[in-house]
């Protein structure tokens, strides 16, 4: 395994610093939430990734922090690098081209919307749940429970 995964305990910066220019065919950003942090991570790490390799971001969906899914948004949806963009929970994945045709990029389009939908849906349905009267809620268990 060891010759696979290289732990590297460091800062971002000063681990890119010392960086080898071995190539990198797995990017997994998980650091500071904060956007600054997470797009810099990013501009460090993007160049060393191989194309065709995966970038995955931790927490890019309803996270406290917004860093992880501003980045994402901006610099893998709305990228000309990257196809196959996935949300696992809240772990963001996508692979790297180095230029994606104009149906990757209506694809990446389309699944950024449907993200906003899901996420609008999502707001609204757990959201929604501090605001009902609790017979409500006693009442959507019941439906919930009833086998059909």
């Not at 993007?46 to 980045?71: N, Q, S, Y």
């Not at 919307?113 to 349905?125: A, D, Q």
Request: charge should be positive.
């Amino acid at each position: 395994m060891q010759d696979i995964v290289i732990p590297i305990v460091k800062t971002s910066e000063e681990a890119e610093k010392e960086w080898n220019d071995l190539p990198v065919e797995f990017l997994w950003i998980d650091g500071n939430h904060s956007h600054n942090m997470v797009k810099l991570d990013f501009d460090l790490w993007f160049p060393h990734l191989i194309e065709g390799g995966i970038i995955a971001f931790h927490d890019t969906f309803f996270h406290p922090m917004e860093g992880p899914r501003k980045v994402v948004i901006e610099n893998i949806y709305k990228s000309r690098n990257f196809i196959n963009i996935g949300l696992v929970g809240s772990i963001t994945f996508a692979k790297k081209v180095s230029n994606n045709s104009l149906k990757d990029r209506l694809r990446n389009y389309c699944a950024l919307l449907l993200r906003y939908i899901y996420e609008l849906s999502f707001k609204f349905t757990h959201g929604l749940k501090r605001y009902l009267p609790k017979s409500m809620k006693r009442l959507g268990r019941k439906i919930l429970r009833k086998k059909f």
